[in-house]
C-alpha cells in the first residue's frame, strides 16, 4: 500500500485508485464453489474474471512504470533546460537576422558608388581612347615633314594621353575596389543569413525534443488512467440477473 500511495503522489492520480489496485490485487485465480447442473460453468466462469483482472492489474503497472519513465524524462529540470536553450537559440538567430538586415541596407547604396565609378571611368576610358584617336591620325599622315605646329599638337596630344591614361588607370582602380567592398559586403550578409538560419534550425530543433517529452508524457499519462479504469471495472462485481420466476 506504501509503494502504490508514493507512486500515486508521483504521478499526480487519486491515490485510492493505487491503494485500491494493491490491496486488492490479484494472488491467483480464486474458484467458486457455485456450479451448474455439470458443476463446472461457475467455477470457469470465476477463472475467467480472476484471469481479466490479473491481466487488467499487469496492465496498470506497466502503465504506472511508463508513467515514471515519461515523468523522470521530461521533469521540470529539463523542460527548463531546454527552454533555456530554445530562448538563447533564438536570441542569436534574432541577432544575426537584425544583422543580415543592418548590412543588406548598404548595398543599394554600394552599387549605386559602383554605378558612379563605372560611369567616371567610361568617361575617362573614352577620352583617353579619343586623344589616342586624333594622335594616330596626326602620325597617319605619311612621310612629309610635319610642320612644327603639328609637332607641337603631337607633343601635346601625347602629353594629354599620358595624363588622360593615368586618369584611366586611378578610375578603374577605383572600380574595383567598390565592387570587391560589394562582394564582401553581400558575402558578410549571406554569412549573417546563414548563421540565423542555423540557429533558427537549432530552435526548431529543441523545439521539437521539448513537445516530443511532454506529448509522450500526456500519451504516457492518458495510458495510465485509462489502464486504472479497466482495472477499476474489473474490481466492481457483477450484477447478477435474478432468475426469473417459472
Known sequence: MGIALSAALVVGIAPATAIAAETSAPTGAAVSQTSDANGNSG???TEDAAAAKEKAYAAMQEAL???EAAKDAASPEKIARFNDDIARFQELRDKMAA???EERELLPTMQADIDAAQ???NEA???TSGLQAELKALEALGDE????TIKE???QLRSEIMAAKAQEDSCETELRERRDGLKRQERQVNDCELAAGKYKAHTDQFIAWRDALLDNLKKAQTA???ACKAYEKRQRPRQTRPPRPR
Open 99 to 101: 544583422q543580415a538586415a
Open 119 to 121: 560611369a567616371k571611368y
Open 125 to 127: 576610358h573614352n577620352r
Open 145 to 148: 615633314e610635319p610642320s612644327i
Open 43 to 45: 467455477a470457469l466462469q
Open 65 to 67: 512504470k511508463n508513467l
Open 153 to 155: 599638337h603631337i607633343k
Open 224 to 226: 495510465y488512467d485509462d
